[in-house]
C-alpha cells in the first residue's frame, strides 16, 4: 500500500517527536553527563583538535554544539566559584562563592568554601570537618531537577577536590564524592549520608588507587619521552611528609582514569539512567589543574595531559553509548577557569608578565597603613591575591578609618602603591558603585557579602600572585575563557561564535528539560544551538492549533 506523502512525513514527525521532545518528567534524556576539566582553557579544544582521535572531544566538536567564546563575566576566576557559577546559572553576586577560602570575621579563621563543621567526613582516614554546600546563596540545576520530579531524579557530582563536587551537587544532591588526598579513597560527608555505600567501600578496599602508583607517564605522540612518573616520593618540604595520591597521581593523566574509573562504577551501580526521571552526573576533572598550576599551559606535559583525556573520555562515551545509549544522553563540556601563561616563558616574548609574592604584598600594605596611621597592625589580616581581607578592629581609632569604606579605600590605596592596577572595595560593590563599564560590571559580579570587610585588588594582565608556576584569578582572557560546548539529540551540531558565557550552561539544560532554572540563575538559552523543534520560535514541525469559529449568527 501507497501512503499518501503528506501522510508520511507526519508519520515520521509523529515517530520522531518523543525521542526530540525533552521533559525530565518523563526521562527524556535518560542521563545528563556534565563534564568539567580544571583549569581547561578555551583555546585548548582548537589547539590540539587535529590531534584529538574519535570519540572522545570530538563528540562536542564534529558531533555536537560548540561555543568557541565563552568566557567568564566575573574577575574571581577560581575553582569554588567557577564549578558554583556553572551549576547556579549566576555569578558570586547571586551565588556567594567568592574564594576557595576567605576569612571568617566570625571565626578569626580562613574557611574553605564548602568546609561545614556541623557534618563529618565519611570514609577518610583522619576525622576532619566534613563539607557541604551551605555557602550557597543560590540553588543549583540538580535541585531544580530534584524539585521538578518530587526528588525521582538522581544526582551525583565526583572530583577529586571537595569544593568542585559539593558545589555541583547543590543543597539536594544525592551524594558529592571526592578523595582522601593521602590515600585517594572516595570519601564523602555526613551532609548526604552517614556512611559509604557498599559499591564505595569495595571500590575503595580493593586498592584501585594503588593501581596507578610507580607507573611512568609517557608521551605517546612524540618521541616517548618521560613526562611524569608516579613513583612514591616525599612532600614538597625537605623532610616533609611522604607525598599523598592528590599529589603524585593527582598531576597525571592515571588522575583522570582513576575518576573516570569511579564514574563508571556510580553509572552502573547507581543505576544511573535507569529511572523514571532525567539522572545528572556531573564530573569535575582535577588532574589538569593540579599540573597546570606547576608546568603552565603551553608545556609538553599539559599537551600530553590534553590527548590522554581525549582517549579517556573516548572511552568513557563509548561506555555510556553500550550502558544508556548516546540516544538517551546528553552530554555538556566545560571548565571553571583557565590559567595565565607562566611568567617565564611570556617573559621570554617581552609580555609584562611577573610572579609576586602574595605574602610579601601583605606586609608592603601592612606597613604603608602603619606609617599612615603611625601604628602597628595587620590591617590586612589575609591576602589571596588580589583579595585582601581586612581586620576592622586594628582600624579603630584610625584618622576616622573605623568606617568600612574608609577602611577599605585606604588598603586599596596602599594596594596601588605596592604595584596593583586598581581595587574595588567590598563596600563600593555592596552599594552597587561600579562604573558602567566592562570592568566595572565584572567586578560587580564577583561581589559576596560572606568575608566581613575586604578589598579586591586589580591585577595587571600577566601577573600572578604566587612565586613559583602559575595561577588564575583575574578577569583577563586567558582566565575567563572557557569551552562550553553540548552533545545530544536536543543541540544542532555547529561550531558557534556567538556571544557564550558559563551561566549559560544551567539555564540552556533548564530550559530543554523543562524544568525552573536555578533561583539566581541569569544566564540565557542558547536559543541558536537548538534542534528546531526546541527552539522558543514557532516551528512548522509542530502542527498548528486549529482555530475555533464561531457559528455565524451564535452568541458573541
Ligand atoms: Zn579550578
Not at 41 to 58: N, S
Not at 185 to 200: E, F, G, M, N, Q
Not at 345 to 352: E, G, I, N, S, V
Request: proline share 6%; net charge negative; glycine share 8%.
Amino acid at each position: 500500500m501507497r501512503l499518501p506523502r503528506f501522510l508520511l512525513v507526519t508519520l515520521v514527525l509523529l515517530f520522531s517527536l518523543p525521542a526530540a521532545f525533552a521533559s525530565a518528567y518523563n526521562a527524556h534524556p535518560k542521563l545528563v553527563v556534565v563534564i568539567v576539566i580544571d583549569q581547561f582553557r578555551g583555546d585548548y579544544l582548537e589547539r590540539y583538535r587535529d590531534q584529538f582521535g574519535d570519540g572522545g572531544f570530538r563528540m562536542f566538536l564534529d558531533h555536537g554544539a560548540n561555543f568557541t567564546d565563552c568566557n567568564y563575566d566575573y574577575a574571581n576566576t577560581r575553582t569554588a566559584p567557577g564549578h558554583a557559577t556553572l551549576f547556579t546559572g549566576s555569578y558570586t553576586s547571586g551565588h556567594g562563592i567568592v574564594a576557595n577560602e576567605w576569612w571568617d570575621p566570625q571565626k578569626k579563621k580562613r574557611v574553605t568554601s564548602v568546609e561545614d563543621d556541623s557534618t563529618k567526613l565519611v570514609g577518610a582516614s583522619k576525622a576532619a570537618p566534613g563539607a557541604s554546600p551551605h555557602n550557597l546563596m543560590s540553588d543549583t540545576l540538580g535541585d531544580e531537577l530534584k524539585l521538578a520530579t518530587g526528588g525521582k531524579a538522581r544526582v551525583f557530582a565526583i572530583s577529586l577536590k571537595d569544593r568542585a563536587a559539593v558545589l555541583p551537587a547543590g543543597f539536594s544532591g544525592d551524594a558529592a564524592y571526592w578523595i582522601d588526598q593521602k590515600t585517594g579513597d572516595w570519601i564523602t560527608s555526613t551532609y548526604y549520608r552517614a556512611d559509604l555505600p557498599d559499591w564505595v567501600r569495595n571500590f575503595n578496599s580493593s586498592h584501585r588507587a594503588e593501581k596507578y602508583l610507580n607507573r611512568e607517564w609517557r608521551d605517546k605522540d612524540s618521541a616517548g619521552n618521560i613526562l611524569g612518573s608516579t613513583a612514591p616520593r616525599t612532600g614538597a618540604n625537605k623532610d616533609a611528609e611522604p607525598a599523598g595520591f592528590y599529589q603524585i597521581v593527582g598531576s597525571t593523566p592515571f588522575a583522570n582514569d582513576y575518576q573516570l574509573e569511579f564514574a563508571k562504577e556510580l553509572v552502573l551501580y547507581e543505576k544511573l539512567g535507569a529511572g523514571p526521571a532525567t539522572d545528572l552526573l556531573v564530573i569535575s576533572l582535577s588532574a589538569n589543574d593540579i599540573l597546570g598550576h606547576q608546568v603552565g599551559p603551553d608545556s609538553p606535559q599539559m599537551r600530553s595531559m590534553a590527548l590522554e583525556l581525549d582517549r579517556s573520555l573516548a572511552e568513557f562515551f563509548g561506555f555510556l553509548g553500550h550502558q544508556i545509549g548516546m540516544a538517551n544522553v546528553w552530554m555538556a563540556l566545560s571548565a571553571d577557569h583557565g590559567i595565565a601563561p607562566l611568567p617565564d616563558f611570556a617573559k621570554t616574548l617581552r609580555l609584562p608578565a611577573a610572579n609576586l609574592d602574595a605574602k610579601v604584598l601583605r606586609e608592603q600594605i601592612n606597613s604603608l597603613l602603619a606609617k599612615k596611621f603611625a601604628k602597628k597592625a595587620d590591617y590586612v589580616l589575609d591576602l589571596d591575591y588580589p583579595l585582601a581581607w581586612l581586620d576592622k578592629q586594628a582600624f579603630a581609632g584610625t584618622l576616622g578609618a573605623k568606617d568600612e569604606s574608609v577602611a577599605e579605600g585606604e588598603v586599596g590605596e596602599a594596594m596601588k602603591q605596592a604595584g596593583l592596577a586598581g581595587y574595588f572595595t567590598q563596600s563600593q560593590l555592596a552599594r552597587g558603585e561600579t562604573p558602567a563599564t566592562e570592568t566595572g560590571r565584572r567586578y560587580a559580579h564577583s561581589y559576596s557579602p560572606e568575608g566581613g570587610w575586604y578589598v579586591i585588588g586589580i591585577p595587571y594582565p600577566f601577573q600572578v600572585g604566587i612565586t613559583k608556576g602559575t595561577d588564575h584569578v583575574s578577569p583577563f582572557s586567558y582566565d575567563t575563557h572557557v569551552p562550553l560546548a553540548f552533545y545530544g539529540l536536543a543541540f544542532q551540531p555547529g561550531t558557534y561564535r556567538t556571544h557564550a558565557e558559563p551561566v549559560d550552561l544551567a539555564v540552556t539544560l533548564a530550559s530543554l528539560l523543562g524544568i525552573n532554572a536555578p533561583t539566581a540563575a541569569t544566564g540565557r538559552v542558547l536559543t541558536e544551538a537548538l534542534q528546531p523543534h526546541h527552539s522558543t520560535a514557532p516551528s512548522s514541525a509542530q502542527p498548528a492549533m486549529p482555530v475555533a469559529t464561531p457559528p455565524s449568527g451564535g452568541i458573541q
